[in-house]
């Protein structure tokens, strides 16, 4: 069984139906296939009418949810013979990042991304996915040795937001973050970033400042979370939420009319959450027809189209 949203009550009333249905047998002339079959419709039906119009804060519980893939499986699923990499060679690792070579679809490759973790205590040991300064000092190694061996950098983005306790901000924190933008844009290969699920404040630009940025159909991208916005505004981190979300125009369809991001990549019915091998998938495809895109385009050319794109930003016509 799933773990349901709140929104999505209907829809799992419909599938526990259909689970007592399956395990009955046939008996008094009722066909059991038969009926699952049309509450499986049904279901099929309510998740295209609830998923076609998702307001932005329950697009936001969608990329918080705990069965969405994370970056390690994407990394998994896509790179071949993957090589972890780990140490910021100045303080400690942070496995809030994860990052290391392999090839993907033959190609070589740096990949870099936030790991939320799975389960209670790989969320503790993964923080998260919320980066100290040495998992971004470690992201920038990463990026200078894919621009040293002229390697194309992949990055997965997943994360709240850096992580805001008092022994990360005595270690820099601010300064690695903005140390990891200027390297991203100091590149001199193809940056492919792509949110997979939260994007959130400048623990993401750090690895998201990128020659293509993709976000996942049910993503969010923002400088802060609605409940922050919320509870800064309004002193209200409950029901002003709802308001903060829609506000702060975080969807992937908000973003790509104002020019933040580049494409969308759609998800399977009902969120990356229930099949996650089709989302793997096709966040694939959209990488490798970036890569194309990108490919055999002048390392200066890449980096000074790179740095206009954000400077571009906001600029008033």
Same mark, same amino acid.
């Given at each position: 069984m799933h773990n349901f949203l709140e929104f999505e009550k209907p829809i799992a009333e419909l599938e526990g139906k259909i689970e007592e249905l399956r395990h009955l047998t046939d008996n008094g002339g009722v066909n059991i296939a038969e009926e699952v079959g049309k509450l499986q419709s049904k279901v099929d039906k309510l998740l295209q009418q609830t998923y076609a119009k998702l307001t932005p804060w329950q697009k936001t519980q969608v990329a918080r949810h705990p069965d969405r893939p994370h970056a390690l499986e994407y990394v998994n699923a896509l790179i071949e013979d993957f090589t972890p990499l780990a140490g910021d060679r100045a303080y400690s690792e942070d496995r809030?990042?994860?990052?290391?070579?392999?090839?993907?679809?033959?190609?070589?490759?740096?990949? &870099?991304?936030?790991?939320?973790?799975?389960?209670?205590?790989?969320?503790?040991?993964?923080?998260?996915?919320?980066?100290?300064?040495?998992?971004?000092?470690?992201?920038?190694?990463?990026?200078?040795?894919?621009?040293?061996?002229?390697?194309?950098?992949?990055?997965?983005?997943?994360?709240?937001?850096?992580?805001?306790?008092?022994?990360?901000?005595?270690?820099?924190?601010?300064?690695? &973050?903005?140390?990891? &933008?200027?390297?991203?844009?100091?590149?001199?290969?193809?940056?492919?970033?792509?949110? &997979?699920?939260?994007?959130?404040?400048?623990?993401?630009?750090?690895?998201?400042?990128?020659?293509?940025?993709?976000?996942?159909?049910?993503?969010?991208?923002?400088?802060?979370?609605?409940?922050?916005?919320?509870?800064?505004?309004?002193?209200?981190?409950?029901?002003a939420k709802i308001t903060a979300a829609e506000a702060l125009k975080i969807t992937a369809e908000d973003l790509k009319s104002l020019g933040v991001i580049d494409d969308i990549i759609p998800e399977p019915l009902g969120g990356a959450h229930r099949n996650a091998e089709a989302a793997i998938s096709a966040v694939a495809n959209a990488l490798e027809t970036a890569l194309e895109e990108l490919s055999g385009i002048d390392g200066g050319v890449l980096k000074t189209k790179r740095r206009e794109k954000f400077l571009a930003m906001g600029r008033a016509e």
């Open positions: 809030a990042i994860v990052g290391g070579l392999g090839r993907f679809r033959g190609s070589s490759v740096v990949v &870099i991304g936030n790991e939320k973790g799975t389960d209670t205590e790989d969320r503790v040991i993964h923080n998260f996915g919320m980066a100290r300064p040495e998992g971004y000092r470690k992201a920038q190694r990463l990026m200078g040795m894919a621009d040293r061996f002229k390697l194309p950098v992949l990055t997965f983005i997943d994360t709240p937001g850096a992580y805001p306790g008092v022994d990360a901000e005595a270690r820099g924190q601010s300064e690695a &973050i903005a140390r990891s &933008i200027e390297v991203c844009l100091s590149l001199k290969v193809p940056l492919i970033a792509v949110i &997979i699920g939260e994007g959130g404040s400048g623990g993401a630009i750090a690895l998201a400042t990128g020659n293509t940025v993709m976000m996942m159909e049910h993503s969010i991208y923002s400088v802060i979370s609605p409940e922050g916005c919320a509870s800064i505004l309004w002193r209200d981190g409950e029901d």
